[in-house]
């Protein structure tokens, strides 16, 4: 899988406190913002069912 990368425009103050965020869970920013961003595709999935990408089926991983 392809690593891309992707700019944000953010607010000073939420980037900081994304920074105490991931701090206190021992990541990045960048691992923070990841987290985050799985949870909401997970939680898309749950209600609207799997997100199908290039026409195969995304399975969940076991965590």
Do not use: F, T, W
Not at 14 to 19: I, T
Request: aromatic share 4%; proline share 2%.
């Amino acid at each position: 899988m392809a690593i891309k990368s992707v700019s944000i425009r953010i607010e000073q103050e939420m980037l900081d406190k994304l920074h105490v965020v991931a701090d206190y869970e021992g990541r990045s920013a960048n691992g923070q913002v990841l987290v985050l961003i799985r949870k909401c595709i997970e939680e898309y999935e749950e209600k609207h069912g799997i997100i199908e990408i290039g026409g195969e089926p995304k399975k969940k991983s076991k965590k």
